[in-house]
């Protein structure tokens, strides 16, 4: 059964998902740490292709590198769309919602999508932060990543 938040959580927790778009957007690993429980509550990350982060640190790491110079986020714009959010307690939820992410740096096309799958998110006394996620990407990327290879090595 479902237990219903309060309305002010359920605007914060759809705040606390832009945020982790928006914060990547901008390239700020540390705003988008800040989004997360402390290291020692840390849940995990698992992206399937980017890989699975078990540690803060680790997610930390990934996230100044997927950020910074180089990056796949670069030149990116990430989205979140169909968010559903499922109370567990009123301190718990579940989170599901689909990312989209568009080429912005050059021609604007949309170029991977996916879903974080029942993401756990917690109320801390900071607000609402993520404990876990679970990004599944769609296929498509990974034949648009094989197209952009097979063009790079020609």
Known sequence: MTTVLAPA???????LVALYCITTDNADADAFMRLWVEPTEFGG???GAFGKMDTWQAMYEFEKHHVGPGGMANGKRHQSTNIVIEGVS???AL????ML???VADVPFLMASGRYNKSVVVKTAAGWKFKRRTLD?????????EKVQAKDSA
Do not use: H, P, R, W
């Not at 990407?137 to 990543?145: C, E, P, W, Y």
């Open 9 to 15: 959580d359920y605007a914060d927790i759809q705040n």
């Open 45 to 47: 990350y698992d992206s």
């Open 90 to 92: 009123a301190t718990e």
């Open 95 to 98: 989170v599901t919602n689909d």
């Open 101 to 103: 992410v568009f080429e």
């Open 137 to 145: 990407i769609d296929s498509g990327f990974f034949k648009l990543m």
